[in-house]
């Protein structure tokens, strides 16, 4: 099973809303990764989680704060976003960060839209 | 810092037909990987390669590692209405618990039936 699931699917949020993206994998993977991606272009990389810990943080705008609650689970609250945060977001993991034959799985993405 | 080329942006082919996609770095890695994207949808694992020289088959789907360890190539053979999507190729580079996969630019791949 190499299934990441993403909730919400869609999220539509005013400027002045806080929500939260949820991810969730049960492949024992050990990283956990948010990435923004924008229409026809690769993913970009926002944070990386290695064992619990928030090991890369790709200089993201403090409007985004991930959460690692478990090795299952990863968050990322977003508050006092702006309209060009609209955007994919996807939650990725792997087994080992940056270990030897380390590949990562992605979910299927949480469509924000910002108002 | 590194960067895969993926070109064309864009493929056009007729069903039926095979095509071919490379992926070539400056940089070497030590795993090339190999996704799809359809609209709306997160990226699929399609191959993964972790030794220069290795050829993998996933059905019509063939990739190999350069031997160089700075380029791959994606085969589709007989190719079908549902392979439209993009291709995204990463690159792992060699290891280090701050090591980050580095993607090219997608291939959009069209299929006229």
């Known amino acids: 099973d190499t299934e990441v699931t993403q909730t919400p699917k869609h999220l539509v949020m005013g400027m002045t809303n806080k929500k939260s993206l949820k991810c969730e994998q049960h492949?024992?993977?050990?990283?956990m990764y948010w990435y923004k991606q924008k229409a026809k272009k690769p993913p970009e990389l926002m944070f990386v989680?290695?064992?619990?810990?928030?090991?890369i943080n790709e200089s993201v705008p403090s409007r985004f704060s991930p959460e690692c609650p478990n090795s299952s689970l990863l968050n990322l609250h977003l508050h006092a976003l702006q309209p060009e945060d609209s955007a994919l977001y996807l939650c990725?993991?792997?087994?080992?960060?940056?270990?030897?034959?380390?590949?990562?799985?992605f979910g299927p993405g949480t469509r924000l839209t910002v108002l | 810092g590194q960067q895969l080329n993926q070109s064309p942006q864009s493929m056009f082919i007729q069903e039926g037909e095979d095509v071919s996609m490379n992926c070539t770095s400056s940089?070497?890695?030590?795993?090339w990987l190999w996704y799809k994207q359809e609209p709306g949808e997160g990226p699929v694992l399609l191959i993964a390669?972790?030794?220069?020289?290795e050829l993998t088959s996933n059905g019509r789907l063939t990739a190999q590692f350069g031997i160089t360890r700075k380029d791959s190539f994606l085969n589709i053979s007989a190719s079908i209405p549902s392979d439209v999507g993009i291709y995204f190729c990463?690159?792992?580079?060699?290891?280090?618990?701050?090591?980050?996969?580095?993607f090219g630019k997608g291939i959009t791949l069209s299929v006229r039936p």
């Open positions: 492949m024992g993977h050990r990283a």
């Open positions: 990463a690159g792992q580079p060699p290891t280090g618990a701050n090591s980050k996969l580095t």
């Open positions: 989680y290695s064992y619990e810990k928030l090991s």
């Open positions: 940089s070497i890695f030590n795993t």
């Open positions: 990725a993991s792997s087994q080992a960060p940056g270990g030897v034959g380390d590949t990562q799985y």
């Open positions: 390669l972790y030794k220069a020289g």
